[in-house]
């Protein structure tokens, strides 16, 4: 009898287990036919709204000429020169942006969060800089560092740098007591605390600001190149803009959307790696939403 009951206990499981598994297909169908289905829908509906006048391409562009202006960009290149460096350019100024911006938040989020006394001395100084307009200190790092690469970075920089340190502060505050006095009651040092109980507790915090900071560094980059550069997509924009080339805007703004949701995804492959350990969403262990 106890073996029967074994029996049908697997083969219950089994069925759960298949059963879930086949909503979980039938969900990532429905979210890639609902994106397909949008897009197609934007498209043609931009498309047939510029045909027929209703919309003026001059002023609204449509997507069989913003393809053309790509074509063109990509074969003949820019003004500025070819446009893969262009390309380049602007995912190097985001991506070194990415990284100081990142390592610095959460090096002050941590100390911050650990030293009451310094977060209480620079909570007003951090407030303030946070207030300024990111135009007006894009402005100033153009002054200081020129044209070139580094002004771009900074900028880029700044912008992720407080998306990280905030959640990095909040995850600091939000650590279990417990196990830090846990931790302390067996030896550990103030710096073995922080190591192997703190910044581990803090790094869903931190993660989860890593999505919006690599939207934020992007958008540091572009405007940076907008205030004045020698070669990236915020350029190209720029000049687009200037000539009334309102297919060369929007194809310039695709690439950058591209870009962004590539990093996006590799963002997500490297957010399921670091939290392994968490609980699986009920939807086959995909994170919803935006």
């Known amino acids: 009898m106890n073996s029967i009951a074994k029996d049908i206990n697997n083969i219950s499981e089994d069925l759960v287990?298949?059963?879930?598994?086949?909503?979980?297909?039938?969900?990532?169908?429905?979210?890639?036919?609902?994106?397909?289905?949008?897009?197609?829908?934007?498209?043609?509906?931009?498309?047939?709204?510029?045909?027929?006048?209703?919309?003026?391409?001059?002023?609204?562009?449509?997507?069989?000429?913003?393809?053309?202006?790509?074509?063109?960009?990509?074969?003949h290149g820019t003004a500025y020169g070819s446009f893969?460096?262009?390309?380049?350019?602007?995912?190097?100024?985001?991506?070194?942006?990415?990284?100081?911006?990142?390592?610095?938040?959460?090096?002050?989020?941590?100390?911050?969060?650990?030293?009451?006394?310094?977060?209480?001395?620079?909570?007003?100084?951090?407030?303030?800089?946070?207030?300024?307009?990111?135009?007006?200190?894009?402005?100033?790092f153009v002054i200081w560092l020129g044209l070139g690469l580094p002004s771009k970075v900074m900028l880029a920089a700044v912008l992720v740098f407080f998306v990280v340190f905030f959640n990095a502060y909040q995850g600091v505050k939000s650590v279990d007591r417990n196990l830090v006095a846990h931790a302390r009651i067996l030896g550990a040092s103030r710096l073995g605390v922080v190591r192997h109980v703190v910044v581990p507790s803090a790094t869903s915090w931190i993660i989860a600001s890593l999505h919006v900071a690599l939207g934020f560094s992007i958008i540091g980059a572009i405007v940076g190149e907008f205030l004045g550069a020698q070669h990236g997509l915020g350029l190209v924009i720029s000049t687009a803009q200037n000539s009334f080339d309102t297919n060369g805007v929007f194809g310039a703004m695709l690439v950058i959307g591209a870009i962004a949701i590539s990093a996006e995804g590799l963002m997500g492959i490297a957010e399921k790696r670091l939290l392994a350990w968490r609980p699986v969403s009920s939807h086959g262990g995909e994170q919803s939403g935006i």
């Open 84 to 140: 893969w460096y262009q390309i380049w350019v602007t995912m190097e100024e985001s991506l070194l942006g990415f990284v100081v911006g990142v390592l610095t938040g959460v090096f002050f989020g941590v100390l911050l969060g650990e030293i009451p006394l310094l977060s209480d001395i620079m909570t007003p100084y951090i407030k303030m800089v946070n207030a300024l307009p990111r135009i007006v200190l894009g402005s100033i």
């Open 17 to 75: 287990a298949k059963s879930a598994r086949a909503r979980a297909r039938r969900y990532r169908r429905m979210v890639m036919g609902g994106r397909i289905g949008t897009l197609v829908f934007i498209v043609g509906a931009w498309q047939l709204l510029t045909d027929y006048n209703i919309l003026d391409p001059f002023f609204a562009g449509s997507p069989l000429g913003i393809v053309e202006r790509l074509a063109y960009w990509f074969v």
